[in-house]
């Protein structure tokens, strides 16, 4: 068995333990380090691990030590993380990477059956949106640094959690060929512990390629994360005698290093899970991640309606449509751009269906409308769930028009939610105005559960309120 590290959405590590026990059926273990859990699996569970849907980035696990004891000064506290190297059981780690890469080399052939993959539309569709999403996933480590074996780049924060990925969503296709395709020999070869052990097609020794990607949290360090990524790549490098290269890599050696607990891993995914639905971004696209944290926080039942009022891109209702196929998923926004992007972004899943199984192929129970959230063209109790991202007043809207919209919003929840066993789950930034606007509206709504979670760096709230028996106003006629 081995044992996997994931990175899961902050706040959302009990849920992300509950889906692997429920489809691995293993018991995982929450890090101390927040964002972090831990399950053992056989390695041919590999596939399953991969379709978990609240897991960001996933890496094997070479070693972890619970209570490091690091030395005060500096150039012995590097030097033992130098030493590390040449004793860390590196042997079965290295199969489960092979086996990993044999996964992923046969996933790209049946990519290529299709003449145009959902991500090179992207490129050519919304080229120029792509960049606005990636900023929102760039502080998701609170204050961990996170540097690559010699290089001191800004580029490295562009992932969370330590999987540093500098290829851009341009570039992404061709990289994933070529690094499967180096990948399909190296895994041919039986060995990837050595230089030389893997064999090209002209029989020529291949050198594995291999940066360190270390993520840093703590006070009581006398080292940057970048000098140990540094140093300890270097031992990597003459351990293996692989060649450094910070772009076009094979192995990706993760050094986590959280106050005294250090865990050095192999990543098992070159970009993060959470982008698996979404090819048309908005200016705050939500994690796919995330989104599915907080559907399953309402615990959808089969035939239930669930609603998202302000759907932006249409994370949460195409997760939720994925994932939970026996419910009906309704989107609405009130940004003619927003219904557009989300529309797009349904038509791709449709045409990722398509190629799975082209012999059986099923619609989304999801529709997406044009409308005013304080105004829904829906009918009194008729809702089951409302699950939404609420404007933080950031980069979309103000927190001074927050005072009004919030309160106006859970009224009108609140009227299309079913009483008695209606329920939403929000997330906000703008925590004291949520909080005042939910005093207003206690009649209708009562707060039962709180999660805390970080958001491009922002510390916000998800909040699960539960619908009371209370009767809505009923709101004046359209006609």
Known sequence: ?????????????????????????????????????????????????HRLRSVDNLFVVVEEFKDYQFKENKEDALKDLEGLVKKLPWTDPLKVWELNNSLKKKKTKRKKHNLQSPASKEKLNDGGEEGGADQNDTNDQEDCAQNIVGVASSQDTEKPQGVASQNGGEEEEEDNEQLNARDEVQASSGSSTKAGDGQTAEG?????????????????????????????????????????????????????????????????????????????????????????????????????????????????????????????????????QAVKRAANNICSLLRKNESKDSSTVQGVPLDIIQWDICNLPLRTGSVDIVVTDMPFGKRIGSKKKNWDLYPACLMEMGRIC????????LLTQDKKCFAKALSRVGHIWRRAQTVWVNVGGLHAAVYLLRRTWERAEERRSFW
């Open 1 to 49: 068995a081995a044992v996997i590290g994931a990175t899961v959405p902050t706040g959302f590590e009990q849920t992300a333990a509950e889906e692997v026990q429920e489809k691995l059926g293993s018991a995982s273990r929450i890090s101390r380090d927040r964002g972090k859990i831990y399950f053992a699996v056989p390695a041919r569970s590999l596939p399953q691990v």
């Open 418 to 425: 079913t009483p008695g066993t209606g329920r939403a789950v």
């Open 204 to 336: 020529e020794a291949k050198v594995l390629k291999f940066r360190v990607t270390c993520n840093r949290a703590g006070d009581k360090h006398s080292f940057t994360s970048n000098e140990a990524a540094r140093d300890f790549g270097g031992a990597v490098q003459e351990h293996f005698q692989w060649k450094a290269d910070m772009t076009n890599f094979d192995v990706e050696v993760l050094l986590n290093i959280h106050n005294n607990e250090v865990v050095v891993g192999i990543a098992l995914t070159e970009e993060s899970l959470h982008r698996r639905n979404i090819t048309h971004f908005g200016p705050t696209t939500l994690r796919s991640t995330l989104a599915y944290g907080m559907l399953r926080l309402c615990d959808p039942q089969p035939t239930d309606i669930i609603v998202d009022p302000m759907c932006g891109t249409g994370a949460i209702p195409i997760e939720g449509a994925a994932e939970w196929p026996g419910c009906y998923h309704i989107a609405g926004d009130n940004n003619p």
